[in-house]
């Protein structure tokens, strides 16, 4: 299995995306996180579905989460509305780094262990070309997993 064999389209998301536009997304699709994509549609950085809930929870319960039992439900309710008026750029973490890149031609195993080392829930399907990258998809770990299982024998 090579890696365009593997590749999946997958949301992608520009870093003046919406960010309220981009957790429904993630919420909808059930995604670990969204590709950011630069004004070239080349890969830029993971937005983890992690890092969009940072974003939701009040700096003071970060700090100290103890205060997190004090709020009530109607006010944890509206964590989202924390989104508004802002962008997928906004949430990035300022440690973003570029996402894991896999090239087409790449094996099963290059992927996996792309995605162990730099312990990404996703890895970009680009192919270079002479005018510049070109995504062709996405590998999740779980498409790798269930890509992987469905070659392995059943045990005895």
Known sequence: MRARD???????VTTETDALAAARLMAEHRLPG??????RGVPRAILPASQMIK???PEYVLEDPTLAAVIDEKHADRLCAA??????????????TPPPIASPDDTALEVAALM??????????????????????VITAAHL????????????
């Open 55 to 57: 974003m939701l929870v």
């Open 34 to 39: 969204l590709l950011v994509l630069d004004g």
């Open 116 to 137: 162990a080392q730099q312990r990404s829930p996703l890895v970009a399907v680009v192919e270079q070309n002479p005018g510049g990258a070109r995504l062709l998809g």
């Open 6 to 12: 593997l590749a999946i389209q997958y949301e992608t």
């Open 145 to 156: 997993l269930d890509r992987l299982l469905d070659v392995t024998p059943p045990t005895p």
């Open 83 to 96: 989104l508004r008026g802002r962008t997928v750029g906004d949430c990035l973490s300022s440690k973003a």
